[in-house]
């Protein structure tokens, strides 16, 4: 089992930053692939960016690439998505994934996280 709680959503406005973190627990979390997702209101849930927890490999969405940054901090179980030059279309409730004993090409998560929503005004 792993267990994602996610945090540091807020509104803020267009062309600011947010740091969102995600706190993991669980046996497998070195074996596993961290991904967030995002989910605006009336549209399907949708990829961000996602990282091996064990390895330097990293994967964006076009849409996010050059604003966005998904990190790691091994010590403290937790992944970051540092989101700078914030768009109103970026909000969005924001969610942690984790896929055990996969790549960073993935789409299918195993865990998910409660979300926090990030709402950007213009």
């Known amino acids: 089992q792993v267990q994602l709680v996610e945090s540091g959503g807020g509104l803020v406005q267009a062309g600011d930053s947010l740091r969102l973190s995600c706190a993991a627990s669980g046996r497998t979390i070195s074996n596993c692939v961290m991904g967030w997702f995002r989910q605006a209101p009336g549209k399907e849930r949708e990829f961000v960016a996602a990282?091996?927890?064990?390895?330097?490999?990293?994967r964006y969405a076009d849409s996010v690439k050059g604003r966005f940054t998904i990190s790691r901090d091994n010590a403290k179980n937790t992944v970051f998505l540092q989101m700078n030059s914030l768009k109103p279309e970026d909000t969005a409730v924001y969610y942690c994934?984790?896929?055990?004993?996969?790549?960073?090409?993935?789409?299918?998560?195993?865990?998910w996280g409660q979300g926090t929503q990030v709402t950007v005004s213009s």
């Open positions: 994934a984790a896929a055990v004993l996969k790549s960073v090409t993935t789409t299918r998560y195993d865990y």
């Open positions: 990282i091996h927890w064990s390895g330097p490999s990293t």
